[in-house]
């Protein structure tokens, strides 16, 4: 069960992931509400999800800015080999910041393209020199991010 095309994964199964989507802190007795179930089917079909993996977790989604990170910004970082063991280094040592947000090995313009979070100009020059400094890196590219129009968490439910 880890396709939208699985044949395990009915309509009532993709609501339950739309309105989770929107809402991860109703109850469940809300949620059985709006697919249409009675509770208990409904947290079954819960816990199956999760336990396959398509559901990955619950959280807050908190203002950056309201808890003193005012610049988000992403860096593009091209490494000076793409042998495994370099990037694989590299991938433990971004993830280990607690600044980077989110870690992705890239295809086309570099090897991996990090989000970062920083509490002013300062704090994000001190990363990005941490950054090119680090070992096997050859090249970073930083965007600072000026205004989001869009920030939707998950993924489209058809």
Request: charged share 25%; net charge negative.
């Amino acid at each position: 069960m880890n396709r939208e095309d699985d044949p395990d994964l009915d309509s009532v199964d993709r609501h339950i992931l739309a309105e989770l989507q929107l809402d991860g802190r109703m109850t469940n007795v809300e949620l059985a509400r709006r697919v249409n179930l009675s509770a208990p089917p409904c947290l079954r079909r819960v816990r199956r999800l999760e336990e396959a993996g398509i559901i990955r977790g619950y959280h807050a989604d908190v203002d950056p800015v309201s808890l003193g990170w005012e610049i988000t910004f992403f860096a593009l970082v091209g490494l000076e080999s793409q042998k495994l063991a370099v990037l694989d280094a590299f991938e433990a040592l971004a993830t280990a910041w607690p600044e980077v947000r989110e870690c992705h090995m890239i295809r086309g313009g570099g090897d991996f393209l990090l989000r970062l979070v920083a509490r002013d100009t300062a704090h994000e020059n001190e990363l990005t020199t941490r950054l090119t400094n680090a070992a096997a890196v050859q090249r970073v590219q930083t965007l600072q991010t000026i205004r989001t129009a869009k920030d939707a968490a998950g993924v489209p439910i058809g």
